[in-house]
């Protein structure tokens, strides 16, 4: 009498169950990971422990636990025990460091998310950009650097890709980009016009009044500007910049 195929077949539920699966899956585990996935988190947790100490003692403060909510505590040792890159792993000693100090802004959990995601050369341009000395923080905010005078403050000062570092910071919402104008050929007319329409958030498309022998005729402004791309600094990005800096 012929087999019946579906009495052949192990429902998956019991064959996860089954000892021979499990014991195979905890050995493979074992020896993939093991005691190195323990050692990893452990030793990442001692070197921001030593930044840690060092941030505070340069600071000349003592650390009020009490400060720190019990959920936050734990998402960011979580997340910060992954980091093995000296750059993230400031960033993360910054976070604890400051949200410890009472800072409103460091103790907002989205940034820990944030830090989490960041590449080392992330963490590099972020601090570059939100740094005084190079940036005109004002302008930055409110209407935007255009974004080849960004990678060109990158490429003088950090060797890393600019362009990828600025679209992972424009996808953690640090950064936005929007459209602007270029006025520096256009009469005072419409000069005042587009800067207007630079001072304006979000992006659209813009016309502007050129005058005629019969008044005024509306072209778009593709044809007698050239339109920028801006990159400004987000509320996000303000306040992850916030949270960062030392109190």
Known sequence: MPLDPTQMIVPATDA?????????LSDAWNLVVGDR?????????????????????????????????DRFAVTWFEEATKQDDPEIQDLFTDLLANAALDNEDALDRTHIDTVSKMTPSDAKVFKLLTASEYIDQPRFIKNGLRRNSL?????????????RAIDHLIGFGILRMRNGIDTSNMDATIRRIANATNDLAGERKIRLPIGTGRGFA????????????????????ISLHRALTQT
């Open 16 to 24: 996860v169950k089954s000892k021979a699966v499990t014991d195979t």
């Open 151 to 163: 990678i060109t403050i990158i490429d003088n000062n950090i060797q890393v890709d600019a362009s």
């Open 218 to 237: 509306v072209r778009p402004a593709g044809a007698m500007a050239v339109v920028l791309d801006l990159i400004c600094l987000t509320n996000q990005g």
């Open 37 to 69: 996935f323990a050692a990893f988190r452990l030793t990442n947790a001692a070197k921001i422990q030593i930044k840690l100490q060092k941030r505070f003692d340069e600071l000349g403060v003592k650390p009020d636990n009490a400060k720190i909510p």
